[in-house]
């Protein structure tokens, strides 16, 4: 069974600084997906992010990038130059490979950002 | 990125009575699936579904449950009869196949009373 684990319950920083949210993991499978969505205040779940544990090279898009050390089984989401409208709860999700069960995501407990001007 | 439409978007039932929620999932895609959040915690799996069938369910989808998507219409779940714990928000999901993302709907919030 895998297992996703968010430590930091909640992060508060001023708006265009750098933020890192730490996100371990467990599985047994030697290749799997790794993901990272927001929930809005609304309640609206919105993908961020992926890293395919097989890629050696960290994921970027737009202000967002990954810090993907897979020998720790560690996958952290950096957001740089935050944004006040960046304040949201942060999960972090994984899924078995292809050969597996079928996308079932697993998710962490998740982490709060606040971002203040 | 690519919309999935769930329908209602909140609704409060008496307990012991049938709720289907209803899902539209983003036009090309082939796998759907129903998650459920309780209020301040994370996202947990309930079933997916392909190509007419349940692929994988969880302990957290019991009995009454039940997922179907008729002709192509909307991907629904139907709880019968609801229960007090059955209070929470239920995601849809869709993903083109396997291994590809999975965009989530807005949810619906079900409230049993």
């Known amino acids: 069974a895998q297992k996703v684990t968010q430590t930091q319950t909640s992060i508060s920083v001023v708006e265009k600084t750098t933020v890192t949210m730490d996100c371990v993991y467990e599985?047994?499978?030697?290749?799997?997906?790794l993901f990272w969505y927001k929930q809005t205040a609304s309640g609206e779940i919105v993908f961020l992010i992926r890293?395919?544990?097989?890629?050696?090279e960290n994921a970027t898009v737009g202000h967002y990038s990954l810090n993907f050390q897979k020998p720790k089984s560690s996958i952290g989401l950096i957001i740089t130059a935050t944004q006040i409208e960046d304040s949201a709860v942060y999960f972090c999700?994984?899924?078995?490979?292809?050969?597996?069960?079928?996308?079932?995501?697993?998710f962490g407990a998740g982490t709060r950002l606040a971002v203040c001007p | 990125g690519p919309k999935v439409l769930q329908i209602p978007s909140h609704q409060i039932i008496d307990m012991g009575q049938m709720v289907t929620l209803n899902c539209d999932p983003v036009?090309?895609?082939?796998?759907f699936y129903w998650y459920k959040q309780i209020l301040g915690q994370q996202m947990e799996f309930l079933v997916n579904?392909?190509?007419?069938?349940?692929?994988?369910k969880s302990k957290l989808f019991k009995d009454q449950f039940s997922v179907e998507r008729p002709d192509g219409s909307y991907f629904t779940l139907k709880i019968q009869p609801t229960a007090l714990e059955d209070s929470a928000v239920y995601f849809c999901?869709?993903?083109?196949?396997?291994?590809?993302?999975?965009?989530f709907g807005e949810g619906s919030r079900l409230i049993v009373v």
């Open positions: 036009s090309n895609h082939l796998y």
């Open positions: 890293q395919d544990s097989y890629k050696k």
């Open positions: 579904f392909y190509n007419g069938k349940v692929m994988e």
């Open positions: 999700a994984m899924s078995p490979p292809l050969s597996g069960s079928f996308n079932k995501l697993t």
């Open positions: 999901a869709s993903s083109l196949g396997t291994g590809n993302t999975l965009y």
């Open positions: 599985t047994r499978d030697s290749s799997y997906f």
